[in-house]
């Protein structure tokens, strides 16, 4: 397989159905003369041309309005946020028109659009640039949410997003488009709202997304030196959740841990938390771990900031908690 960055196989998943699909299009701050805030467009206006890869003026409201219309008339409209804290302007697009479209019409519109862009911190950006909102969109009847932590799944489920015939909203990390993977030269797709079990293990699943999986991984190392070895779930999709692919886990090795960049009230973790105890209670053998941000917005204080975040340390902790350890 080649290995590409995280950035370009975003590009290739959007250009390669750009070119299967002339219904497809993408609009958004600097997507065009400049390739993307984070090159994530690069090329792709001089292949496509200013009519399917548009700059928009700062105004989410607008090109997000603009977008969900285009896509009860026929296209597949692909809209970038800079940054997903940034989409809260158009918010009222996303949660009233487009996720309530096909209901309130009757299955009469559908509305077949990605909403992509960054989500959650990526460094000393502020409180207002540095939230995780995956939980906010999940709890929206009619949303599909996706948080891919690798090139190859971001590739496999961005193709799979624009031929969605719903709205998804596909979230990235800003800290994540350098990060190097390996992906096939040829088509696949990987279907929404399957998890993927990235490290196989039988003392304590571990579930996680997006770009602080990482640190999952980095303590399931320090923990098999131990002795303990580490089941990591990637959910890929919020939701819809492979609930199944979690309750398989926990009924094999009895813990559970879970790790979300997100503030902790109901948050993602706080959903599986109940699903388990509902539909597993009899498997656990210890009350169940989550790992979040800490209650507070997010602080600019470099020194705060590592404290706010989750790290490999915290997950440690929570799998040696798990076991009585």
């Not at 959007?14 to 090329?43: I, P, Q, W």
């Not at 969109?137 to 997003?161: E, H, I, M, Q, R």
């Not at 997950?315 to 040696?320: Q, S």
Request: charged fraction near 25%.
């Amino acid at each position: 397989m080649r290995t590409i960055q995280f950035r370009e196989a975003i590009c290739e998943a959007m250009s390669e159905e750009m070119r299967h699909d002339e219904s497809v299009y993408l609009m958004g701050e600097e997507v065009a003369e400049y390739n993307g805030a984070y090159k994530a467009s690069k090329g792709m206006l001089a292949e496509f041309g200013e009519k399917r890869v548009i700059d928009t003026p700062i105004a989410e409201l607008g090109f997000t309005g603009i977008a969900v219309g285009s896509a009860m008339n026929g296209c597949r409209p692909i809209v970038e946020y800079m940054t997903f804290n940034f989409c809260l302007v158009g918010i009222d697009q996303i949660i009233n028109n487009a996720a309530k479209m096909r209901q309130m019409t009757g299955g009469q519109f559908n509305v077949p659009i990605v909403f992509r862009g960054p989500t959650a911190s990526a460094g000393q950006l502020g409180a207002t640039h540095s939230q995780a909102l995956e939980n906010w969109f999940a709890n929206t009847p009619g949303l599909k949410v996706v948080v891919p932590s690798t090139p190859y799944d971001a590739k496999g489920l961005l193709k799979a997003a624009i031929r969605d015939n719903d709205p998804v909203i596909f979230m990235e990390s800003e800290q994540m488009y350098g990060d190097k993977g390996e992906v096939p030269d040829g088509e696949y797709i990987i279907p929404i709202g399957v998890a993927d079990i990235k490290r196989e293990g039988t003392d304590v699943t571990i579930v996680s997304f997006g770009k602080i999986i990482k640190e999952a991984f980095t303590a399931a190392d320090e923990l098999a030196a131990a002795g303990i070895s580490c089941e990591i779930i990637d959910l890929r999709t919020v939701r819809p959740l492979d609930i199944d692919a979690i309750l398989t886990s926990v009924k094999k090795t009895n813990r559970l841990v879970i790790l979300e960049e997100a503030w902790p009230f109901a948050s993602v973790s706080s959903e599986i938390t109940y699903l388990v105890q509902e539909r597993a209670f009899d498997f656990l053998d210890a009350p169940i771990q989550r790992i979040t941000t800490a209650d507070t917005p997010a602080p600019y204080s470099p020194v705060l900031l590592e404290e706010w975040l989750p790290n490999a340390s915290d997950v440690v902790k929570a799998v040696k908690k798990v076991l009585n350890k």
